[in-house]
Each structure stands twice: as structure tokens, then as C-alpha cells.
């Protein structure tokens, strides 16, 4: 397959640049993140994070010449066969797996841990774009919708099972894929009016909310609907909605009170109030917030921080690096971080509608929604406005899994883009 | 089909990023909650407190200066397997000490150091260094307390104390901090300002164990403490120091002014006793027992405090009378008629030099009768309104019912009654001259200071004027910064012809007058003075007494009253007079008197009606004992304190840094 052929040719350098922007940024703050002045430390040594992330940034360099030496074709027709693999690895994991920090997710290569969860992603993407890129395959019919569902959603079972709830949860990305190839928008309407319920019930009580959703009802029914439109069956609707709403409502509650762990409990009601335990629970979230906002607008100084450095934040090369950002870089640092992310996505999902291939689109867009969803998530949980969920923030977070996957699944769609003149 | 959807996901992407954004702004920007230096907990601000100014007296003796002791710390996660008896008994505490405070300093913080023992002294700080060795987790800083090698002066300098949960509260620039000292009173609490010097403040980093890590960007952000700056007063501390020993066993006070200047040469008041007491470790347990006493050492009696002038004010009604008119130095009295009595004295004074001489009650009561009728209106009660606010108005003048503007931080402002007064009283038109004659010897409503009475002497001294009392003449290096109004010269409208006879009375009063048995007469000096005896409700007179001298370009103005003494020629006047001779000649001359005076002992009521009490801080100084260290009354302390001068020339810096 290695024919002669340039591997440079029709590659999007903006991307590549934005991609490499990021990396470099990272690996800075992870630096940073591990600074000492007491006490300097050579930067090419496996005896911390950024030597090791500098081999991992040399090694995903290698990963992208394969990715792009391998013919487009590839991707394509062995994407059942990459996600059956996963799978396969996904479970074996569950019982190779070293036990660390009470999760069963790494699988150990010499000195190296590597987590398949990540990895899963990038597979689960391809497979999901080959059979929605399938003809006849039409997401709006439930047969259709069914099938990518349990393929999206059988990844992530096994990921919680091994204890990794963060990774799992990333899957949700997906939705928006599927509101892209036509699911109806009411699905991920109701999702998003269901997450404002319940982050709504988190916050008030829920005789309130039930309260105010009646009256909302009543409103829109008196002053939306139209005289005509007062019929006996939108009535029966808007009563439905009502009882969903509140059968939702009492659900959640019972949810977080019984079925979450108490972690996991705790996790939701630091996010609510963080001063309710600011040495438990709440320390991550508090830490973060103080260390983002001590930065200020133009940040103290790359390698002046002292929040981070002192290991007053916890996870800081990992999941908390963006509070590295915030604090050495202040909102100057973050706001540029926040833009090339905003400009890297809306890069992608441009080239993604540009694609003539089904193939080729699909992927796109799992890659764009992937990508998001760790922003979404990881920043938010930094600046206390989402839960602590444990997943990295791409291409800046130290890890050579995350690294790797986030690499590998954004190289193989430039790849397919290389080729995009051609028809799957 | 469905391209439609890149929009709404697009946008939705871009809203998130944007409300991150938003929220960004807010706690990066917006919120400065945490943008100050040293407001997070990886960086700690180190506040190094400065040494305390020194004051020193007027021909530069040492008043209040600092003493080195170090504070002991514990950081509770540190003190491991110690023999806790062993300590106790090495410091002295007991063990109920050591477990209350030990469970104190754990509430608050296991890794960082609190307070364990304060004001250890040099001497304890050697004899347990080696033994430190068993007792890790203690850390010594240090610091310093006051120490009064004059030890006189105890209400005019103050003392510095922890700040009070109010002043802590009320501060409007956050700069002192729970547990810091700061001037309570007097001095200490007047010029706290300049006297406390400027904190340095060290931001130092620490990690998530509270583990030192450094100074935070090579100090850049750093400022250095500057020592206080050292005050100089206008006192004579050996004048001051034999008034201490001439009060021994009596209770009042006595202030001498520079009349030329207005500077405050001596201010006392009694009972004595040591400012030292208010210093150091021993402070709530001496604090306690002279707020007990029931003659109020704590009390200043100088500045604050109301108490009838008595006979002195006649000289007053004098002036004002000579000036508005109403008598000559000629005019002459008789004895009958007066609602008030005469003392014994050889016959009517024929003139008001003798009235002056004898203090005769009739004469100045006349005085004052024909003040008050001056005017033109022949109905009494329509008279007396007019009369008094002219009357009202020259008083005045010579600072009675108002404040002085002395450079303490409390200062009673007396009454002078006016018109309003007595119409509030008695209604309007309801009251004349036969209701307030009492005014005329200094009875009655009128109520003063003692300051203002020395003010009075200096006044006279003065032909006419009067300078702003004031203690401090010279604040650091260059005396600089004394406030204008101290300097302030304040003119009375008394033509300088009238005080002759005025004068002329009160030179004769002492060498042949009121003050008896040539008690007030110093050879070489002519002293020009005014006995009181102000009545006092609870018991036998106040002995209050009045001088200038010498009677042509005075040097020395003076005011002693000793309460319940009785008459004021008997010990108020021989107390003036020594403390004159004191000041002019340097010495002490006339040594059976000052035995006399200094081994009686006069109880005051409230003291007679506590029976038992016996004080025991308030013994006074040795007479005429040179000024040296003092012997600390602190077991712990020194036994003999080397004070270490700070000579304005050298700026030194020299920090205490608590954490």
C-alpha cells in the first residue's frame, strides 16, 4: 500500500497547526505542572510527567506518519473488524488489568500503562460511521437506530465495569452524531430539557419545580396555544409532559439519594455547594476555582504559579491542567486555549459537511463531538460548573493513552479528508 | 439532507465555549477575591512588626523603651513522645496550661505554629535552649514588651495592650490583627501612629503540608518593617519623680507648664504607681488589683476628671472684672453683707492685692456682684442674662468649659455655665445674681481639670496668653510632624496692665499670705501662687494650690491639688513650691519640709470606706533616685535590664516576624 506517494498531499495544515498549537501549550503546563524551583529537573527524563509526555509527543509524531502512510481504505472496511477488537480487549481488560486507584482499566506493557478505554473512542467512531455510512441504514427508523445504539452503547458497559464511570460517560458525545444524520430533534431536545431538570432539582426543592412546571404548562396553554389548537388531545399532551416532568423530577432525586454512591453523591453536592466540605469532597473544586481565579487576567508568570505547584490542586499535569492554564496564564492563557478549541471544532465539522463521502462526514462529526464533550466536561469541572468527572482535556493532558487516542482519532479523519475527492 | 443541523451543532459548541468564557471573565477578572497577594493558601503573608519607638524625656532620659523576649510557638503535629512534666516544670507552667492551650493551638491549625508561651526573657530563652533538644515542635520568635526605666508617668504615657475585639473590628485600613498591641491609653494611644513604626510584610510560599518553600518571587513584593519612631516629650522626669515621692500615701495630682511654651514639664497623678505593672505577662493580674482600688489609679486625674476650682478662680473673676470695668486695683470692700465667710484673716482687705493675698470670700463675692451689674438694665432678672454672657464670653478665654487640645487621647472639657444653663435650670428670666454667686469663689457649677488650673497659672504667668498644653515636642530624627495646633498661642482679652496687683497678691499670698509657715517661700525664687480648698462632697476639702515662678520671666507654672487634704496651704503649696525649687535650682533645698510631706499619709474617703484594701503595685519610686533600669517585678524577667538605646541616628531595623 506504501506506494509512492506524498503523504503530505491535501492534508489540512490548519488543523495539523491547531493540533501542534495545543500539544505544545500542554506539554508547557504540564512542565509547569511539575516544576519545582527548588529543585530544577532535566526536561528529557522518565522520571516525570513532561519527559515522559515529550516521548509520548514523539511517539504520537510516529503514530500520524503510520496513520497517514495507510491507505484511507483501511479505515473503512476494517472498522467492524478494529471495533470487535476493542472489544474483545475491552473485556479481557476487566481481568488483566492492574488494580490501580480502584479502577481495572490499565493494561501494563513493560513500563508503560496503556488504558484500551480511550482507545475504544476512536473505534467505536469508525464502526458507527460505517454503518450509518451503510445504504439503507436510515437513523430515523428505530431498527436502524437501535443497532447504532447498542454499538455506542456497548463500549461504555464494559468501560464502567472495569470502574472508569468518566471514560463511559464520554459516549454521550455520540448523540450529536445522530441528531446530524437525522435522529429527530426532539431527542436531544428532551435531553438537554431533562439535564436543566435535573440540575434544576439539585438546586430547589422539588415541590417548587413541580410547581413551576404546572404553571408553565398552564401559561402555555393559555397564551402559546392558540384557540384552535385548545384541543382535547393537546391537552392529554401537556398533561403527559407534566407527569414525565414530575415523575422525572421525584426519579432524580431517588436516583442521586439511593442509587448513586456516596462518592459519587458527594461529588453532585460539592457541585452544588463546594463550601458544604472544602476539605473533603469539595477540595478539588475549591482548589481549582482558587487557583483559575488567582491567575487573573494576564496570569502570574509561566512557571510562577503557586497553587498548582504546591500541589495544593490535585491531578494537576492530568485532568487538571487547565488549572495550570488559568493560574500561570490567567484569562488571557484560557481564553486563547477556549479559541483554538472553538476554532480546531468548527475546522472539523466545516470539513466534515465538505466530505463527499457518508464515511468520511460521519467520522467527522464523531470526531468534532468527542472532542467537545471532553471540553465540555473538563473545563467545567475546573471552573465549578460541572460535577468531577475524571476525564482528560485533549491534547493537553498528560497521558500517553489520551494522547494517543485523541492523535490517532483526529489524524485518521485528516487522512480521509486527503482523500475526500473520492467517493467510499 | 440535514445540513441544516452543522448550525444548530455548531452554535451550540460556540455557546458553550462562550458561557465558559463568560464564567472565566467572572472568576478571573471580575472577582478579586483572590487576585491579593497572599489571599490564597499557597501564599502566606508574614506581617514583621517593628520595634515600638521609644520616649524619652526633655533632657533626653529614657521614659518607656523595649524589652527583647521571645515568644515560644507550637506546631502540634511536630511534638512527638515529650515529657510533658518535664516541660511544665522546665517553664512553669502546669499541666492544666499546657493541655488547654496545646488543644487550642490543634483546633486551629495541626501544621502551623500558634502561640504557646508568651514574653519569655533573655535569660529563660538561654537557660532552655539546650534543652529544646527533647522537644521538637517548639519554636521561639522574637519579640518585645514595654519597659518604664523612669517608672513614673504611668497615666500620661499609657500602656500598649492586645487590641480590643471593638478597635479590631472598627479598624477602616485593615492593618493590625487579633492579638497585636496597640496604645490604650495616654501617649501610646495618642501617637500610636507614628510610635508603631511601619510593618514589613514577607510573602512566603508554602505546599499543600504547610511546608516552607521559599520567599514568593524573590521577595519582590516584600517590604521592609521600619522601626517606630521615637517620641520626645517635654517632661523633667526628675520634677516629675520627686512630685512621685512627695505623693506617697495621697491621692490628687500635680501638672507643671512651661508658660512660655506650654509644654508640659511634669504630669502626675495619684496614687502611684509603676507602669511597669502594665507591662508583660503580669498585666490582667495587676490590672485587676488597681482597677480595685478604690482610688482609682487607673484614673487620670490631670486631663480628664472634674473638680471646683475653688479660691483660685477668684483670680479669674478678678480680671475679667478689672477689664470690663467693675473694680480698680484700688477698690476696697466690706466684709459684711456677703452670703459667704471669710477665712481668718487680719481685717478687710483694703485693695485687691490684700483680697488676692488673704483670698478673701466677701471681697471677690462684691467682686463678682459688681461684674454682674454692670450693665444698664436695672431689673435683676433681665440683667443677669446680659451680664453673664459677657462675663461668660472673657472666661472663656482662658479655656474653661472647653478642651485645651492636650496631646492625650482623653480630656474632659469641664463646664463654665452660661446663660443657657441656668436658663434650663431655673427658667428664662427666673434667675439673677443671687443665684449664682457661688460662681464668684469657684463653687458652684463651675467644674474644671487640673490641667486647665495649671493653664490658669501659666496664663497669669504669661501677662495674658496661653500656648496649647501639649507633652510631645519632637516626634523620630528631625521633630518634625508635631501638630500646629499644639504650638497654638491663645489670647484671653486681658490688657497685661491688670495682672500687676493680680500678681502682686499671689507673690505675697506665699511669702505672707495663705500659704502658712513660710511653707512656699524658696530662697532665691519669687514664687507667685494661689491656695483653693475646693469643697468636696464626699468629705474633708480638696488642698488645691496654684503658682508661677519667678515672677518675671517665668519658667514654671504649676497646679497640685491633693485630695481631701483640706486647706491648700497645707500640703498642695509646700508640693508646688518643692517641685519649683526642683526645677529652677535643680535641687532640693529645704529637706525637713519635703520629709514632712513625703511621710504623711492621707486616705481619702473612698479608700476609708474600703476598708482592708492594701495596695500593693502602686508603691511609689525612691525620691531623687537617678534614672536606671528598673527591677522588672517579673521573676522571669532580667533582674537587671539593659536597655539598648536606639539613637534617632541610627534607623534601625529590627523586626519581629510572627506568623
Given at each position: 500500500m506504501a506506494r509512492d506517494i506524498d503523504i503530505r498531499e491535501g492534508i489540512d495544515w490548519t488543523t495539523v497547526w491547531l493540533y501542534a498549537a495545543l500539544v505544545f501549550f500542554g506539554w508547557l503546563n504540564i512542565y509547569a505542572a511539575v516544576y519545582n524551583p527548588e529543585n530544577p529537573i532535566e526536561i528529557v527524563s522518565l522520571s516525570h510527567n513532561a519527559g515522559r509526555q515529550l516521548i509520548f509527543i514523539c511517539a504520537s509524531f510516529l503514530l500520524i506518519l503510520i496513520i497517514l502512510f495507510v491507505d484511507y481504505k483501511v479505515y473503512d472496511s476494517f472498522a467492524y473488524i478494529f471495533y470487535g477488537l476493542i472489544i474483545l480487549i475491552l473485556v479481557g481488560t476487566i481481568f488483566l488489568a492492574t488494580e490501580i486507584k480502584g479502577s481495572r482499566s490499565w493494561i501494563k506493557i513493560g513500563t508503560f500503562s496503556l488504558q484500551p478505554a480511550e482507545f475504544s473512542k476512536v473505534f467505536t467512531a469508525l464502526a458507527l460511521a460505517r454503518y450509518l455510512s451503510t445504504q439503507n441504514v436510515n437513523i430515523s427508523r428505530f431498527r436502524d437506530a437501535f443497532v447504532a445504539g447498542v454499538m455506542v452503547f456497548l463500549p461504555p458497559v464494559i468501560i464502567i465495569l472495569q470502574k472508569e464511570t468518566g471514560s463511559a460517560l464520554t459516549f454521550a458525545a455520540f448523540v450529536a452524531v445522530f441528531y446530524r444524520e437525522g435522529l429527530p430533534g426532539i431527542y436531544p431536545a428532551l435531553g438537554i430539557a431533562l439535564a436543566i431538570l435535573f440540575v434544576f432539582t439539585l438546586f430547589f426543592p422539588k415541590l417548587y419545580i413541580i410547581a413551576a412546571i404546572l404553571i408553565l404548562c398552564g401559561l402555555f396553554w393559555y397564551f402559546f396555544l392558540k384557540r384552535y389548537e385548545r384541543t382535547q388531545q393537546n391537552m392529554f399532551r401537556l398533561i403527559a409532559v407534566f407527569v414525565i416532568a414530575s415523575v422525572f423530577v421525584?426519579?432524580?432525586?431517588f436516583f442521586i439519594n439511593k442509587v448513586l454512591q456516596p462518592h459519587q453523591q458527594k461529588r453532585i453536592q460539592v457541585l452544588v455547594n463546594p463550601d458544604s466540605d472544602p476539605l473533603g469532597a469539595g477540595w478539588n473544586v475549591t482548589q481549582s476555582r482558587i487557583a483559575i481565579s488567582s491567575g487573573g487576567a494576564i496570569g502570574k508568570g509561566y512557571l510562577q504559579g503557586t497553587q498548582t505547584k504546591f500541589?495544593?490542586?490535585?491531578?494537576?499535569?492530568?485532568?487538571?491542567?487547565?488549572?495550570?492554564?488559568?493560574?500561570?496564564?490567567?484569562?488571557?492563557?484560557?481564553?486563547?486555549?477556549?479559541?483554538?478549541?472553538?476554532?480546531?471544532?468548527?475546522?472539523?465539522?466545516?470539513?466534515?459537511?465538505?466530505q463527499r463521502s457518508k464515511f468520511a462526514r460521519i467520522y467527522g462529526y464523531c470526531v468534532a463531538s468527542i472532542l467537545f464533550f471532553h471540553l465540555l466536561v473538563n473545563i467545567g469541572m475546573t471552573i465549578g460548573l460541572m460535577p468531577v468527572i475524571g476525564i482528560p482535556l485533549p491534547f493537553l493532558s498528560y497521558g500517553g493513552s489520551s494522547l494517543w487516542s485523541f492523535t490517532i482519532l483526529l489524524f485518521i479523519f485528516l487522512k480521509l479528508d486527503a482523500h475526500r475527492s473520492y467517493k467510499v | 439532507m440535514f445540513q441544516d443541523r452543522k448550525q444548530i451543532i455548531l452554535s451550540f459548541f460556540f455557546i458553550v465555549c462562550g458561557v465558559y468564557l463568560l464564567r472565566l471573565l467572572y472568576l478571573q477578572v471580575i472577582d478579586d477575591q483572590y487576585q491579593a497577594l497572599g489571599s490564597t493558601n499557597a501564599i502566606k503573608k508574614?506581617?514583621?512588626?517593628?520595634?515600638?519607638?521609644?520616649?524619652?524625656?526633655?533632657?533626653?532620659?529614657?521614659?518607656?523603651?523595649?524589652?527583647?523576649?521571645?515568644?515560644?510557638?507550637v506546631t502540634p503535629y511536630k511534638v512527638k513522645n515529650i515529657d510533658t512534666t518535664m516541660f511544665c516544670s522546665l517553664f512553669g507552667i502546669t499541666r492544666n496550661y499546657f493541655d488547654s492551650t496545646m488543644t487550642v493551638a490543634k483546633t486551629y491549625s495541626r501544621n502551623r505554629a500558634s502561640l504557646f508561651l508568651r514574653q519569655l526573657s533573655k535569660e529563660d530563652y538561654a537557660r532552655v535552649s539546650d534543652a529544646m533538644v527533647h522537644f521538637p515542635g517548639f519554636t521561639f520568635e522574637l519579640s518585645f514588651f514595654r519597659t518604664y526605666p523612669a517608672r513614673t508617668m504611668a497615666n500620661a504615657l499609657g500602656y500598649i495592650g492586645e487590641i480590643s475585639k471593638k478597635a479590631y473590628e472598627e479598624q477602616t485600613i485593615e492593618y493590625y490583627r487579633r492579638g497585636d498591641y496597640v496604645g490604650i491609653t495616654g501617649l501610646e494611644k495618642q501617637y500610636e501612629s507614628e510610635l508603631r513604626g511601619t510593618r514589613g510584610v514577607k510573602f512566603t510560599m508554602v505546599n499543600v503540608k504547610a511546608e516552607d518553600k521559599g520567599s514568593y518571587a524573590n521577595g519582590e513584593f516584600d517590604t521592609l518593617a521600619v522601626i517606630g519612631k521615637n517620641l520626645y516629650t517635654t517632661v523633667d522626669v526628675e520634677v516629675q519623680q520627686l512630685a512621685d515621692s512627695l505623693?506617697?500615701?495621697?491621692?490628687?495630682?500635680?501638672?507643671?507648664?512651661?508658660?512660655?511654651?506650654?509644654?508640659?514639664?511634669?504630669?502626675?497623678?495619684?496614687?502611684?504607681?509603676?507602669?511597669?505593672?502594665?507591662?508583660?505577662?503580669?498585666?490582667?493580674?495587676?490590672?485587676?488589683e488597681l482597677y480595685k482600688n478604690p482610688d482609682k489609679p487607673l484614673n487620670d486625674r490631670v486631663a480628664t476628671g472634674f473638680f471646683r476650682p475653688g479660691s483660685t478662680f477668684k483670680l479669674v473673676q478678678a480680671l475679667v472684672a478689672l477689664q470690663l470695668g467693675a473694680i480698680e486695683p484700688s477698690t476696697a470692700f466690706p466684709l459684711g453683707g456677703a452670703p459667704v465667710k471669710c477665712h481668718s484673716h487680719p481685717g478687710a482687705p483694703n485693695d485687691l492685692h490684700n483680697a488676692v493675698r488673704f483670698s478673701c470670700n466677701p471681697y471677690f463675692y462684691n467682686v463678682f456682684r459688681k461684674t454682674m451689674s454692670l450693665g444698664s438694665e436695672t431689673n435683676p432678672f433681665k440683667e443677669a442674662p446680659i451680664m453673664l454672657t459677657k462675663w461668660h464670653e472673657m472666661t472663656a478665654k482662658f479655656g474653661y468649659g472647653q478642651k485645651l487640645g492636650v496631646d492625650l487621647p482623653s480630656e474632659s472639657a469641664g463646664l463654665l455655665p452660661s446663660v443657657k444653663y441656668y436658663d434650663k435650670r431655673y427658667g428664662k428670666h427666673q434667675w439673677k445674681f443671687s443665684n449664682i454667686y457661688s460662681l464668684s469663689i469657684g463653687e458652684g457649677e463651675v467644674s474644671i481639670n487640673m490641667l486647665k488650673m495649671a493653664n490658669l497659672a501659666a496664663t497669669i504667668a504669661n501677662r495674658g496668653h496661653w500656648i496649647t498644653p501639649h507633652l510631645v515636642k519632637g516626634i523620630g530624627q528631625n521633630s518634625q510632624g508635631i501638630n500646629a495646633s499644639l504650638k497654638e498661642v491663645h489670647q484671653t482679652e486681658i490688657d497685661p496692665?491688670?495682672?500687676?496687683?493680680?500678681?502682686?497678691?499671689?507673690?505675697?499670698?506665699?511669702?505672707?499670705?495663705?500659704?502658712?509657715?513660710?511653707?512656699?517661700?524658696?530662697?532665691?525664687?519669687?514664687?507667685?501662687?494661689?491656695?483653693?480648698?475646693?469643697?468636696?462632697?464626699?468629705?474633708?476639702?480638696?488642698?488645691?494650690?496654684?503658682?508661677?515662678?519667678p515672677r518675671e520671666n517665668p519658667k514654671i507654672a504649676i497646679a497640685v491639688m491633693v485630695q481631701n487634704a483640706g486647706f491648700g496651704g497645707t500640703y498642695a503649696a509646700p508640693?508646688?513650691?518643692?517641685?519649683?525649687e526642683k526645677y529652677l535650682k535643680?535641687?532640693?533645698?529645704?529637706?525637713?519640709?519635703?520629709?514632712?510631706?513625703?511621710?504623711?499619709?492621707?486616705?481619702?474617703?473612698?479608700?476609708?470606706?474600703?476598708?482592708?484594701?492594701?495596695?500593693?503595685?502602686?508603691?511609689?519610686a525612691e525620691p531623687a533616685r537617678p534614672v536606671k533600669a528598673p527591677e522588672s517585678p517579673k521573676k522571669e524577667a532580667p533582674k537587671s535590664v539593659k536597655v539598648e538605646f536606639i539613637t534617632p541616628k541610627e534607623n534601625l531595623i529590627a523586626a519581629k516576624s510572627t506568623k
Open positions: 421525584f426519579g432524580t432525586d500541589d495544593f490542586v490535585p491531578e494537576q499535569s492530568t485532568d487538571f491542567i487547565f488549572c495550570t492554564v488559568g493560574e500561570e496564564w490567567g484569562f488571557l492563557g484560557s481564553l486563547i486555549v477556549i479559541l483554538i478549541f472553538a476554532a480546531l471544532l468548527n475546522r472539523i465539522i466545516n470539513l466534515a459537511e465538505k | 508574614e506581617i514583621q512588626v517593628p520595634l515600638r519607638g521609644q520616649i524619652y524625656d526633655r533632657n533626653g532620659k529614657l521614659l518607656v523603651a523595649n524589652v527583647d523576649v521571645y515568644d515560644m510557638y505623693f506617697q500615701g495621697k491621692t490628687g495630682c500635680a501638672v507643671a507648664i512651661e508658660p512660655k511654651t506650654g509644654e508640659i514639664l511634669a504630669m502626675g497623678s495619684y496614687p502611684y504607681y509603676d507602669p511597669n505593672a502594665l507591662s508583660g505577662k503580669q498585666f490582667a493580674k495587676n490590672f485587676k496692665i491688670h495682672f500687676e496687683s493680680i500678681i502682686g497678691g499671689m507673690q505675697d499670698a506665699v511669702e505672707r499670705g495663705t500659704v502658712g509657715g513660710g511653707a512656699g517661700i524658696v530662697e532665691g525664687i519669687s514664687i507667685c501662687g494661689k491656695t483653693g480648698t475646693s469643697q468636696n462632697k464626699h468629705g474633708k476639702d480638696n488642698s488645691i494650690f496654684i503658682a508661677f515662678a508640693i508646688a513650691t518643692l517641685m519649683i535643680r535641687k532640693v533645698e529645704r529637706l525637713a519640709l519635703k520629709e514632712r510631706i513625703m511621710n504623711t499619709s492621707i486616705k481619702t474617703v473612698e479608700a476609708m470606706a474600703a476598708k482592708g484594701y492594701e495596695p500593693t503595685v502602686n508603691k511609689p
